[in-house]
Structures are given as C-alpha cells and as structure tokens.
C-alpha cells in the first residue's frame, strides 16, 4: 500500500486506521493512559487525530522516539 502519509493515517471505514487501533484501549476498562510514539514530523498531526477521535477523559501523551528522555511535550 503506497501512499503520500504513514497508513496509520489513513481511514478505514470513516476513520483513522490508528483511531479503531486506540478506541479498543480506551473500551478497555483497565486503560487510564495512552502513550503514542510518533515520528517527529507527524507528532502535530498525531496529536490533533487522537485529541478529534478519542474520548476525553483520557491521558494522552504522543512522543518523538528520536528525541532522547522527550517528555511528548
């Protein structure tokens, strides 16, 4: 599958492939927190999908892994 953005972006069924991943977690009644790691140059977009498609009383924390002890900002 070729295509101009990581296929975690992509929408399946009117939705974001990594928000049916991160909606399951979050059914889940044992998940408090969410921790998303992110290349740097999709973080700003990572973290306006989960913040659109995620319920909001979760903790969310979306990070860089290229960035040593980087809290996620």
């Not at 009117?14 to 059914?27: D, E, I, K, Q």
């Not at 889940?28 to 999709?42: E, K, N």
């Not at 700003?44 to 900002?73: A, I, K, Y």
Request: charged residues 15%.
């Amino acid at each position: 599958m070729a295509a101009e953005r990581p296929k975690q972006f992509l929408e399946l069924r009117g939705l974001p492939v990594l928000a049916h991943s991160l909606r399951t977690f979050c059914n889940w009644r044992r998940t408090a927190a969410l921790t998303v790691v992110a290349p740097a140059d999709h973080i700003s977009s990572t973290r306006s999908l989960l913040e659109t498609h995620l319920p909001q009383n979760f903790s969310l924390l979306v990070s860089d892994p290229g960035q040593p002890g980087n809290s996620g900002g």
